[in-house]
Each structure stands twice: as structure tokens, then as C-alpha cells.
T-cell receptor, first 112, second 114 residues
Framework: GNSVTQMEGPVTLSEEAFLTINCTYT??????LFWYVQYPGEGLQLLLK?????DKGSNKGFEATYRKETTSFHLEKGSVQVSDSAVYFC???????????FGTGTSLTVIP | DAGITQSPRHKVTETGTPVTLRCHQT?????MYWYRQDPGHGLRLIHY???????DKGEVSDGYSVSRSKTEDFLLTLESATSSQTSVYFC?????????????FGPGTRLTVL
């Protein structure tokens, strides 16, 4: 079956620190991979995505590479800001009806 | 931002009462989804729709039913609410339902069942 395992949080970093949030997946077929971000009291917003192996998704300084050999899609950012404080979800999609499977979410707090 | 609204945004109800949540989209997207979000579980799919009157079950469909009589509206019904259905419910839409198609999420409905 399909599943996503995501790094447990919460994560607390100082401003300008390097961020990595690990995400690994189990899937049949050829899924697409996504990172979503959720700010307090809001819905999920797409941060980036990759649709095939070795693709790199990037947006707002965040990036993630679809690694089929390690079944991973780790999220990275070189220098986090206070405004990056949010919950980040890794997701897998692509089966019938494009059903998505989400990780449990990682809460990030960036302190000045 | 995708045009997705959910109503109500907050609801408190009692065990055993029926509850209907509404998702409305202005994007004319074919696929619509209902998820619930719970601590430690992320988001889990309840039901989804791939067209008017066409629906299918997701991972956690027990105790829920859905209906879609128009492209723009997708209703989620709890026939007899239980405390275990206290959660935040999100609606999502996607255009084609194909692999790689992004899902866009609504703002959520916080439901409390006492």
C-alpha cells in the first residue's frame, strides 16, 4: 500500500539556520510527491511538488528532490525566517482518483 | 488562491445528531475530496468525487456519507455524530485527478461533537 513517513516534530530553529525535514514513502506505481504548508487556522497550501524521479521542486527558497532509490523527498531550506513557522506536510499522490496520502506533519518554529 | 469555501467554519453539536458540511468551489474542477485532520494522523481521506453523482470511499469512510448534485458543491454528512468525529474537516479540489495534479484546499471546518 501507499504511505508516507515524516520526521517527527516539533522542530525549533534560530533564524537563518538550515532546515531539513525528512520524508520517506512507500508506494505502488509512479506517484507524485508534494510538500504542503499550513499556517495557524488556515488550510493547506502547496509549497512544491515533483512528478517523477530526480525532479527537484522548489519555491520560496525551499526545495526537495524526488529520490526513487531512497524513496525520499526531504524538504530543505538554506536560511529559515520567522515567517516560515508553520506545519509542513509531505504527501504522495497518483493512484486512482489521485488519492493523496499524507504524513503526520512537522511543526516548525523559527525564533529570532 | 483557488475559489473554495467551506461552511460552516465552526460547529458544535451533540452526539447522535446529524451534521452536514458543505464545500463550494468556483473553479469548475472535476474532482473534490473530503479529509479529516487529527493530531498524529495528518490528513486522511474520507470520500472523494470524480463527477456529479460519482463518489468513492477513502481510507476512513465509516460513519460518513457524501453527495454531489452539482459540479460546484460537495456535501459531507455525519448521519449520527459521535465524539470520535470531532476533528477539523478539509475539502480539496483538483482538476483532472491525474497523477501529479495538485489538490487545492479549503479553509477547513472545525467540528466538535459533545
Amino acid at each position: 500500500g501507499n504511505s508516507v513517513t515524516q520526521m517527527e516534530g516539533p522542530v525549533t530553529l534560530s533564524e537563518e539556520a538550515f532546515l531539513t525535514i525528512n520524508c520517506t514513502y512507500t508506494a505502488t506505481g509512479y506517484p507524485s510527491l508534494f510538500w504542503y504548508v499550513q499556517y495557524p487556522g488556515e488550510g493547506l497550501q502547496l509549497l512544491l511538488k515533483a512528478t517523477k524521479a530526480d525532479d527537484k521542486g522548489s519555491n520560496k527558497g525551499f526545495e526537495a528532490t524526488y529520490r526513487k532509490e531512497t524513496t525520499s523527498f526531504h524538504l530543505e531550506k538554506g536560511s529559515v525566517q520567522v515567517s516560515d513557522s508553520a506545519v509542513y506536510f509531505c504527501a504522495l499522490g497518483g493512484n486512482t482518483g489521485n488519492q493523496f496520502y499524507f504524513g503526520t506533519g512537522t511543526s516548525l518554529t523559527v525564533i529570532p | 488562491d483557488a475559489g473554495i469555501t467551506q461552511s460552516p467554519r465552526h460547529k458544535v453539536t451533540e452526539t447522535g445528531t446529524p451534521v452536514t458540511l458543505r464545500c463550494h468551489q468556483t473553479e469548475n474542477h472535476r474532482y473534490m475530496y473530503w479529509y479529516r485532520q487529527d493530531p498524529g494522523h495528518g490528513l486522511r481521506l474520507i470520500h472523494y468525487s470524480y463527477g456529479v453523482k460519482d463518489t468513492d470511499k477513502g481510507e476512513v469512510s465509516d460513519g460518513y456519507s457524501v453527495s454531489r448534485s452539482k459540479t460546484e458543491d460537495f456535501l459531507l454528512t455525519l448521519e449520527s455524530a459521535t465524539s470520535s468525529q470531532t476533528s477539523v474537516y478539509f475539502c480539496a479540489i483538483s482538476d483532472s485527478g491525474g497523477a501529479g495534479d495538485t489538490q487545492y484546499f479549503g479553509p477547513g471546518t472545525r467540528l466538535t461533537v459533545l
